[in-house]
């Protein structure tokens, strides 16, 4: 996964929910070790009594555009290619720009 385009990754998910939880515990794991230094990083954890509650997953690229994942839906590997596809547009364009 392209992290060089990530400026910001915002995420609310309950540990406690099997599905959502993974899934955005697997994806802050996947992060670069230096991610903390190179974007913003906000984590909000709800408690076992909030498990149900719908999890989200907001990322924010350098070109300004701001993507609202729906992770009760997708696997983490679906997010990856999210990701990867708009990093390499913006490859492509800082390429292009030289």
Do not use: C, W
């Amino acid at each position: 996964m392209h992290t060089k385009y990530l400026t910001a990754v915002t995420t609310t998910f309950s540990p406690f929910n099997p599905r959502s939880g993974k899934t955005v515990r697997n994806f802050l794991a996947s992060l670069p070790p230096n991610a903390r230094s190179t974007m913003a990083i906000s984590v909000k954890m709800f408690g076992q009594s909030e498990s149900n509650t719908p999890a989200t997953l907001a990322l924010k690229f350098k070109d300004g555009k701001e993507m609202a994942l729906d992770v009760e839906k997708m696997k983490l590997k679906e997010i990856q290619i999210e990701v990867d596809r708009h990093s390499r547009v913006l490859r492509r364009k800082e390429e292009l720009s030289g």
